[in-house]
């Protein structure tokens, strides 16, 4: 089988890592992966990348995340996080953004890599450890964002609000 993809070197950020579904690939089996790479006049890498693996037996589950509550009573409240379906370590990372911003054209307000155990992730978000704390205000809404990998391929977002504290 050959797949030809482009490399997504024209975006901005640049996509790391890049990613590619590949269809009509069997469960349960091995298969040998070598990645060429071509030019604009279709000439063929001597060097390749190569890499073995195996597909999953079954259906890969969505990635969701959960909040213990999804309104906030002001910016030192904390909440309770929970993603489900989050793969083994890869380098995979969770932001919070303000709602409207898109990642990746903006830094996160605050992240952290995913620390996965049996498919899940539970943490205790608190906005103390924010690093653009300014950008986190009372009357605002924000997002979880996880994203694959150490770029901006975003699996799951939920949103919640930062209510006036009494």
Same mark, same amino acid.
């Given at each position: 089988?050959?797949?030809?993809?482009?490399?997504?070197?024209?975006?901005?950020?640049?996509?790391?890592?890049?990613?590619?579904?590949?269809? =009509?690939?069997?469960?349960?089996?091995?298969? $040998?992966? $070598?990645?060429?790479?071509?030019?604009?006049?279709?000439?063929?890498?001597?060097?390749?990348?190569?890499?073995? =693996?195996?597909t999953?037996?079954?259906?890969?589950?969505?990635?969701?995340?959960s909040?213990?509550?999804?309104?906030?009573?002001?910016?030192?409240?904390?909440?309770?996080?929970?993603?489900?379906?989050?793969?083994?370590?890869?380098?995979?990372?969770?932001?919070?953004?303000?709602?409207?911003?898109?990642? =990746?054209?903006?830094?996160?307000?605050?992240?952290?890599?995913?620390?996965?155990?049996?498919?899940?992730?539970?943490?205790?978000?608190?906005?103390?450890?924010?690093?653009?704390?300014?950008?986190?205000?009372?009357g605002?809404?924000?997002?979880?964002?996880?994203?694959?990998?150490?770029?901006?391929?975003?699996?799951?977002?939920?949103?919640?609000?930062?209510?006036?504290?009494?």
């Amino acid at each position: 089988m050959e797949f030809l993809a482009f490399s997504e070197f024209y975006k901005d950020p640049v996509p790391n890592p890049v990613l590619f579904t590949l269809d =009509g690939l069997k469960p349960n089996t091995s298969y $040998e992966i $070598e990645v060429h790479a071509l030019d604009a006049f279709s000439n063929q890498s001597k060097d390749s990348l190569k890499a073995t =693996g195996k597909t999953l037996d079954g259906i890969v589950k969505e990635v969701t995340i959960s909040l213990s509550k999804n309104k906030l009573s002001g910016v030192e409240d904390t909440v309770e996080v929970t993603v489900e379906n989050g793969r083994d370590p890869q380098s995979d990372w969770i932001g919070v953004y303000e709602e409207s911003v898109k990642p =990746g054209d903006k830094a996160s307000i605050w992240w952290m890599y995913s620390k996965v155990e049996e498919g899940t992730v539970k943490f205790t978000y608190d906005p103390k450890n924010n690093i653009y704390p300014e950008r986190y205000k009372e009357g605002a809404a924000y997002k979880f964002v996880y994203f694959y990998g150490s770029g901006y391929e975003a699996v799951a977002s939920t949103t919640f609000t930062v209510g006036r504290n009494a």
